[in-house]
């Protein structure tokens, strides 16, 4: 089982990036996915979510800039992140689970089974 982000970057504030979560050894469809945020010297937050019937949820302060979607013939979950600001910073992760089976813990993040390790978004004013 492997989740591995990709698309992070250095980028200055009101530009976009999309960041990818590429899954793999899991059946896809049955996979709720989350993006977590881990700014330096906070906790590891979730901010968006996923869910297999395509309903999404996304946390106050990115709501109307970010856009979680799937591609389940891909296996890869996307973050689109718009008009980003300096307090978008930090290593973004993405987690997963299927209903029923116990959430694990990585790091500080809490709240899902599977974890991948990050990948760090640098958003300067």
């Known amino acids: 089982v492997q989740l591995v982000e990709s698309g992070g970057g250095s980028v200055q504030a009101g530009r976009s990036l999309r960041l990818s979560c590429k899954t793999t050894?899991?059946?896809?469809?049955?996979?709720?996915v989350a993006w977590y945020r881990q700014s330096p010297g906070s906790e590891c937050t979730d901010i968006a979510k996923?869910?297999?019937?395509?309903?999404?949820w996304y946390r106050t302060p990115v709501k109307g800039r970010f856009t979680v979607s799937r591609d389940n013939s891909e296996t890869t979950v996307y973050l689109q992140m718009n008009n980003l600001r300096p307090d978008d910073s930090g290593l973004y992760r993405c987690?997963?689970?299927?209903?029923?089976?116990?959430?694990?813990?990585?790091?500080?993040?809490?709240?899902?089974?599977?974890w991948g390790k990050g990948t760090t978004v640098t958003i300067s004013s």
């Open positions: 996923i869910y297999t019937d395509g309903d999404t």
């Open positions: 050894g899991l059946t896809f469809e049955k996979l709720r």
């Open positions: 987690g997963a689970d299927v209903w029923g089976e116990p959430h694990t813990t990585s790091g500080t993040c809490t709240g899902m089974t599977y």
